[in-house]
């Protein structure tokens, strides 16, 4: 399995960024993804999970209301939509799949390589 995560950028405070990740190797549909991040110096947090049906989706609550997660299996390509950024938000991203949709790193097999979400203030 091969994950591509593309869309990260810098952006002022406020603003908006949608992020990609785009899968091959497997069937896409018969699993969950979720996002990751890593700021410098920290250990890697959950963002956001998604079932593989696209029907149920969890949040941490540090992005509750401003980010969502989604996915199109028939482009096998999981999304996240990030609005009202702040600065805490800079990180690299990461997109993982696995067998459950749970906000534990371990629980996904397989990780894309990241990529870079910087917010200025």
């Known amino acids: 399995v091969q994950l591509q995560a593309s869309g990260g950028g810098l952006v002022q405070a406020g603003g908006s960024l949608r992020l990609s990740c785009a899968a091959s190797?497997?069937?896409?549909?018969?699993?969950?993804m979720g996002w990751f991040r890593q700021a410098p110096g920290k250990e890697r947090e959950f963002v956001a999970s998604?079932?593989?049906?696209?029907?149920?989706?969890y949040y941490a609550d540090y992005v509750k209301g401003r980010f969502t997660i989604s996915r199109d299996n028939a482009k096998n390509t999981v999304y996240l939509q990030m609005n009202s950024l702040k600065p805490e938000d800079t990180a690299v991203y990461y997109c993982?799949?696995?067998?459950?949709?749970?906000?534990?790193?371990?629980?996904?097999?397989?990780w894309g390589q990241g990529t870079q979400v910087t917010v200025s203030s």
């Open positions: 998604i079932r593989r049906n696209g029907e149920y989706f």
């Open positions: 993982a799949l696995g067998s459950r949709a749970t906000s534990r790193p371990y629980d996904y097999t397989y």
């Open positions: 190797g497997r069937t896409f549909s018969s699993y969950d």
